[in-house]
């Protein structure tokens, strides 16, 4: 979890609280009376990071006025839209883990302690299937169709970044497209609904919602960053996974723009020798670590996080612009820079 | 669709009508702004089948009476519900299509004209989330919390008979629960829902679910069965998958109980053989063929027929004691008539 300093200390413990009780509610919603079911479900216990989205709800909650100028609190349906968009962000996590045949001819199984892709794309489906059962205990049917219209645009994102592998010509802006419908939308909506729940009129809602989605873009650029440039042991998974799917990123895409004919030509016949499954590791590691030296001495990186620092800061602005300043509020400030400094 | 001799006319063309309306909805449900997105959106009409979840919300619909005693008509509730259960059915196709490393091995693409099993992934996703979408345009939540409830049941029997790959041992009561969930489960709900929305009594409404459960359970059981003995041609897929996958069915599971030890155990060496992904075509066919000619011998074959036959009977007096006589409550026992002939 997000680790921040100097913030009050009862906000700091009232959001321990909720987190805990969306990691009791999460772990509720999913029991099943079949033990197989049970054990699967205990395997998604690895996938649990950071409570990313499950923290933006409730800090966002607590950030917003009630309607009756109440003392902004949250509530239980606060709690269970952080579990179901918890849950949500899990299966996009198991569903990601499913290989492709060139993948698996690749790394064998090692990369997927789940017995079978078949049984990774059931548990993801489980776990949407229960999130919409969550969702829908809440009496208001606009909840879980916001969720979904959420969720709708997750998996556009996912279908446009699949149908844009190898697409070494990639523009910027369709880039910007991938990533605000893949990561950002679920984030903005989370902020969004907090408030909503909160009875906050539309125009503040509006604002949560692009202070998630500018949070959700800028997470999703440095996570890129990492994967090119990142130590491995800090990010927790092997680097250059997205040069090896032709997945094209933002400093890949600011090179290309920027750097000669002959030296974007030369970035490109490396990307797509990547792209060979049968390329030994050795090989694989030496271009992955020329990319990264290429990106760096070209500001590429440089490039890539000067945007996200820029949409950390039109976000910290919003926030401040249009809700109350409070010890929540300070929270939500806390949080966007810790999106740049990966405390996240 | 469904052919039905003798029904009343209006009935039929009432229920022509809806299914065109039901087609409508889903297409327009899935329309997306991003091309690529509606190009794969038109893969899915190749799994277009039977319609029998939208045809058993609609039936149901029109065969029980409202609350206030007026003439049973189906109403835009009862359309998106019966889209809704299309759409989660044609998820569950689509991601029964992902496959294995084995799979990919021994069958290479064919068997999945998508690009990759990350666009299968992605697109059932995609159709799971526009049904939830879907569902919470009507302001009952508890509606989305039925369907969800029955979503949760279909993903447990999935995962069930997966864990229950390979075991040759497997009973017939877990069979049983097997198919109850993963195929029953979303028709006995289609049917209930139908009689919620008309605000039938709980009793009527388990009554419903009780019909369509049971012709779920005897539509997956003849499914199975055509599997083993079916005519290649008239299925429209290949013949032995079941086997091929170690899945056992109920005819497998009779034999297995009633015949010799010696020849139990002979069937069970020939199901390892078939499990063998490099095992040659030739030989797996002789191995099916052998199988088909044995278990129809033994009477294993119609041992599943007759255990279909008496729940499709059941069903029919359940409807027949519970709702009132009427040109729809004939549809629904010919619709229970035509899953064992399989005109559905």
Redesign the interface.
């Known amino acids: 979890m997000l680790v921040l300093a100097q913030q009050d200390s009862l906000i700091i413990e009232q959001l321990g609280e909720d987190l805990a009780d969306v990691e009791a509610r999460f772990a509720e919603e999913l029991r099943?009376d079949?033990e197989?079911?049970n054990d699967?479900a205990a395997h998604i216990e690895r996938y649990r990071g950071k409570m990313l989205r499950p923290t933006l709800v409730l800090v966002s909650a607590l950030a917003c006025p009630k309607e009756d100028g109440e003392a902004a609190s949250t509530s239980d349906a606060h709690r269970i839209i952080a579990t179901v968009a918890e849950m949500v962000h899990m299966?996009?996590l198991v569903?990601d883990d499913?290989?492709?045949?060139a993948e698996?001819r690749r790394r064998g199984?090692t990369i997927n302690n789940l017995?079978?892709?078949?049984?990774a794309?059931?548990?993801?489906?489980?776990l949407?299937?229960?999130a919409?059962?969550l969702?829908?205990?809440?009496?208001?049917?606009?909840l879980?169709?916001m969720?979904?219209?959420a969720?709708?645009t997750?998996?556009?994102g996912?279908?446009?970044q699949?149908?844009n592998r190898g697409n070494f010509a990639l523009s910027e802006s369709a880039y910007f497209e991938i990533i605000r419908r893949k990561t950002a939308s679920l984030c903005g909506m989370c902020c969004k609904l907090a408030g909503y729940i909160n009875g906050v009129d539309e125009a503040v809602c509006e604002t949560l919602y692009g202070y998630g989605e500018k949070l959700g873009i800028a997470f999703q650029i440095v996570d890129d960053v990492l994967d090119l440039t990142g130590d491995e042991q800090t990010v927790g998974k092997s680097l250059g996974r997205d040069l090896e799917k032709s997945k094209l990123t933002l400093p890949l895409i600011h090179y290309r723009e920027t750097s000669s004919a002959e030296d974007a030509a030369k970035m490109v016949e490396v990307l797509k020798r990547l792209s060979n499954p049968e390329l030994d590791v050795a090989e694989r590691e030496k271009h992955v670590g020329q990319i990264a030296i290429d990106l760096r001495e070209h500001a590429s990186v440089e490039y890539a996080r000067d945007v996200a620092s820029k949409l950390i800061e039109e976000a910290k602005e919003s926030i401040i612009a249009c809700l109350p300043k409070s010890a929540a509020q300070e929270l939500m400030l806390s949080m966007a820079d810790a999106v740049l400094s990966r405390d996240f």
């Open positions: 099943s079949l197989c079911v699967l299966a996009t569903h499913i290989l492709d045949d698996i199984k017995t079978t892709n078949e049984t794309v059931m548990l993801g489906d489980y949407i299937s229960h919409y059962h969702c829908s205990s809440l009496p208001d049917a606009e879980a169709r969720i979904a219209f969720t709708n997750v998996c556009e996912e279908l446009y699949l149908h």
